[in-house]
């Protein structure tokens, strides 16, 4: 009996034991189903959703990235890459020439490319952001890394020297906006806008070697480069400035892709304030340089023999993106030969309502870019006073025709033998007549 009790009470537990597992499993592929629909619903949360929900318990290990890997993309553009650098090479040698043409400085005669390719080292997207999409466009940031085997070969002349000067090592680390304009026609995109971030600031990392002769031939030649590549990048394609290419057979207007003038930053460049000296006798003779974009610089009077000169000038300069651009202002000892930087300061155009003018102190420094700064002693200030206007859509017409007629005036000027480049200062835009 009590063998028969021990069998029955042992199936009892058995099955009961059946019955609680089923009932269990049941219950674990609901809560399955359900935990899915939970994650589901989980992931489609964003950063502020989560922070609303969790409050000061938001866990430090969850992070959303700024930027999606595209792995795929890399191993596609690497099979791409040689006919990408075929083509690339040749827009580059027809678009950057007349360029470095515009751009070369004064002392150079003549710089063009000798030698172009762009080797068999495909470049890298480390990610991709959607910036915006808004009707007919896509806006896309790329975090964009070139450790490339290019040979390029500048040939330049300076006088009766000719040297051929090679970017050696060059590396590209930067953040590039690229917006596609889309149309209904097969490619589906009639153009795409090119520009470089300004934060993080661009790297372009190179290193210069004379074929053939020496750097020391042509004097300030390495400074010379490095001033007229960071120009360019600054001038013509740091954003708000871009590259606007059509694609396609189709003729498109590309009109709206362009930079267009936005306002006028009414700039009075009033005084500056225990300046550096540079002379080893009596003292420096300064005058203030102003510009938003590098070709459009204006300049003061020089004072004689002045650390604390007094100008009272005002420059109207033009305005594309109030929000990314700012103003610098520059000081010069005026010399026989070249003039010495006395100190740089810069100006955030953000920061200024429209129709209210402001008068500032500006700290002067040896760079703006603050990793080059090693000299730490004081280069004195600079005052001025600025205001802000928004254009209407007619005074925005006519500022790019301003434009051109004094990028034209200068081009003149610079085969007049006037000024040396169209990157000199000139005094005052009412004194370039048409």
């Known amino acids: 009996m009590g063998?028969?009790?021990?069998?029955?009470?042992?199936?009892?537990?058995?099955?009961?034991?059946?019955?609680?597992?089923?009932?269990?499993?049941r219950c674990r592929s609901k809560n399955r189903a359900a935990k899915a629909a939970d994650i589901k619903l989980l992931a489609s949360l964003d950063r502020d959703d989560l922070m609303k929900l969790c409050g000061?318990?938001?866990?430090?290990?969850?992070?959303?990235?700024?930027?999606?890997q595209v792995k795929w993309l890399n191993?596609?553009?690497?099979?791409?890459?040689?006919?990408?650098?075929?083509?690339?090479?040749?827009?580059?040698?027809?678009?950057?020439?007349?360029?470095?043409?515009?751009?070369?400085?004064?002392?150079?005669?003549?710089?063009?490319?000798?030698?172009?390719?762009l080797g068999r080292v495909a470049p890298k997207i480390e990610g991709i952001r959607v910036q915006s999409q808004k009707q007919g466009q896509i806006t896309m940031d790329m975090d964009f890394r070139w450790g490339g085997d290019p040979d390029i070969i500048l040939g330049i002349e300076a006088g009766v020297v000719s040297l051929p000067i090679q970017l050696k090592d060059l590396q590209v680390f930067t953040i590039v906006r690229v917006i596609f304009q889309l149309c209904d026609e097969i490619p589906c995109i009639s153009a795409v806008v090119v520009a470089l971030l300004s934060e993080p600031k661009p790297r372009f990392d190179y290193t210069l070697k004379a074929v053939g002769g020496s750097l020391t031939a042509i004097p300030g030649l390495s400074d010379m480069i490095e001033d007229t590549v960071n120009s360019i990048i600054t001038d013509m394609l740091q954003w708000p400035h871009r590259i606007v290419v059509p694609l396609g057979?189709?003729?498109?207007?590309?009109?709206?892709?362009?930079?267009?003038?936005?306002?006028?930053?009414?700039?009075?460049?009033?005084?500056?304030?225990?300046?550096?000296?540079?002379e080893m006798m009596g003292k420096s003779d300064p005058y203030a340089v102003a510009f938003v974009r590098p070709l459009e610089k204006f300049r003061t009077k020089a004072?004689?023999?002045?650390?604390?000169?007094?100008?009272?000038?005002?420059?109207?300069?033009?305005?594309?993106?109030?929000?990314?651009?700012?103003?610098?202002?520059?000081?010069?000892?005026?010399?026989?030969?070249?003039?010495?930087?006395?100190?740089?300061?810069?100006?955030?155009?953000?920061?200024?309502?429209?129709?209210?003018?402001?008068?500032?102190q500006l700290r002067l420094q040896p760079s703006l870019d603050m990793l080059k700064i090693k000299d730490k002693k004081d280069r004195g200030t600079v005052t001025v006073k600025a205001k802000y206007r928004q254009f209407s859509k007619e005074e925005q017409d006519a500022a790019l025709a301003e434009e051109k007629r004094m990028l034209e005036q200068k081009e003149k000027m610079k085969n007049d033998g006037a000024i040396n480049s169209t990157m000199d200062a000139i005094d005052d835009?009412?004194?370039?007549?048409g």
């Open 429 to 433: 835009p009412k004194h370039v007549q």
């Open 249 to 278: 057979g189709v003729p498109v207007d590309t009109s709206d892709l362009e930079l267009k003038p936005q306002g006028k930053l009414m700039l009075t460049i009033m005084k500056a304030d225990h300046l550096k000296n540079m």
């Open 75 to 117: 191993k596609q553009l690497s099979k791409l890459w040689p006919y990408v650098a075929e083509a690339a090479e040749i827009i580059i040698r027809d678009s950057v020439e007349p360029i470095l043409e515009e751009y070369r400085p004064s002392g150079i005669s003549s710089l063009k490319f000798s030698k172009l390719t």
């Open 303 to 360: 004072i004689e023999n002045n650390l604390n000169p007094v100008w009272n000038q005002t420059f109207h300069l033009t305005v594309e993106d109030k929000e990314t651009q700012y103003a610098v202002i520059e000081v010069f000892d005026e010399d026989i030969g070249a003039d010495q930087q006395l100190g740089i300061a810069k100006l955030p155009l953000v920061d200024l309502e429209p129709e209210i003018e402001k008068e500032i």
């Open 3 to 25: 063998l028969i009790s021990g069998m029955f009470m042992g199936a009892l537990f058995g099955i009961s034991v059946m019955a609680g597992w089923r009932y269990m499993m």
């Open 56 to 68: 000061d318990s938001y866990p430090d290990w969850i992070s959303f990235p700024v930027y999606e």
